[in-house]
């Protein structure tokens, strides 16, 4: 069964027993769907993401293709509420595609409805593989995050969320370190959605093999590896951690999810005073659960915007 966090006894990895197949199938999202086929599942994604991005340009005020580095790749697009203001809260989103494909002009899923209740959406592009390694696509995704900080430092929180390999990297700013980059980031919360955490078993499946090269690289680059290893104290115990995955997800992307909930900051730090929970979402598939953010009255919507405005409730 589950184990209760704090039992001290770690397992084998399960997914050390799966052969081959079973892991490029565990670690194939589209292959797990449910209402439609996989080949169809990634066309609407991207035509979900595609349409939800050119409705947020054509009705919000947006800042598109901001530099928040020297790099070709480093752009960000900014989009605004009506009104006009410095001092609002801000999620910064990092799309998902295996780290080698997504795009921030198909990735505006969610910047209708979080516009319309006062929230500030940036949508982050870094370079993909093979053009980013991964050490390179961290430092860029915190480089972002320390642009839009220095950009807006009235802020009311800076929120990240990321999908699938986005959450990765924006579980990976737990880790930063902050005092190199000169300014300390608003951080107020972490929406991680269909993540992978421990990039260890992604080295055995076709996709990610020349991503990962050693299993150093992974390892630097597991947020789960890292913090079993080096737990972190939290910086901001009031800081908001969600793990969220889609019920139709698959039991290796739930396992991700389950492990990296446990791990510190996770309940155990929430005695300490973190807010960790972990989440899943009824009847929704890796895919569903990022394009019905388009929609205020979707579960995954609700929290965000539970979250971002609960001082106020
Ligand atoms: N080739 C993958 C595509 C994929 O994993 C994916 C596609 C869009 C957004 C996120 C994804 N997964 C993780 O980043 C698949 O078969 O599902």
Not at 9 to 23: G, T, V
Not at 123 to 141: E, F, N, S, T, W
Not at 214 to 230: C, F, H, I
Not at 299 to 309: H, M, P, S
Request: glycine fraction near 8%.
């Amino acid at each position: 069964g589950m184990d209760v966090a704090g039992e001290g006894c770690k397992r084998e990895a399960p997914w050390k027993k799966m052969s081959k197949e079973e892991l490029e199938h565990q670690y194939s999202p589209s292959r797990w769907v449910v209402r439609r086929g996989p080949e169809e599942a990634l066309k609407t994604y991207l035509q979900m993401g595609n349409h939800a991005t050119q409705r947020a340009r054509a009705s919000r005020r947006s800042l598109l293709d901001v530099p928040y580095g020297d790099g070709e790749g480093e752009k960000l697009d900014i989009y605004f509420p009506k009104e006009a203001s410095e001092a609002l809260p801000f999620l910064v989103f990092f799309h998902g595609g295996y780290w080698q494909s997504g795009s921030k002009d198909t990735s505006a899923f969610m910047v209708s409805p979080l516009t319309e209740e006062g929230v500030a959406v940036v949508i982050v592009a870094y370079d993909l593989a093979p053009k980013g390694a991964l050490d390179r696509m961290v430092d860029q995704v915190t480089q972002s995050i320390t642009f839009v900080q220095t950009r807006y430092p009235g802020n009311q929180g800076i929120y990240l969320c990321g999908h699938s390999a986005g959450a990765h990297l924006a579980a990976m700013m737990l880790l930063a370190d902050w005092t190199k980059r000169g300014v300390t980031p608003n951080l107020k919360g972490f929406f991680l959605v269909s993540g992978i955490y421990d990039l260890e078993p992604l080295m055995h499946t076709s996709e990610n093999a020349r991503l990962l090269t050693t299993l150093e690289d992974a390892q630097r680059n597991s947020p789960q590896w890292r913090l079993e290893t080096a737990p972190m104290p939290p910086k901001d115990p009031a800081c908001h951690i969600l793990v969220i995955v889609g019920q139709h997800d698959s039991p290796e992307f739930h396992r991700q999810s389950r492990e990296f909930y446990q791990v510190p900051p996770g309940p155990t730090l929430r005695q300490g005073g973190w807010r960790a929970s972990l989440d899943e979402l009824h009847d929704v598939d890796h895919f569903e659960i990022l394009w019905n953010l388009t929609r205020k009255d979707f579960a995954l919507t609700q929290i965000i915007l539970k979250t971002i405005f609960q001082e106020s409730w």
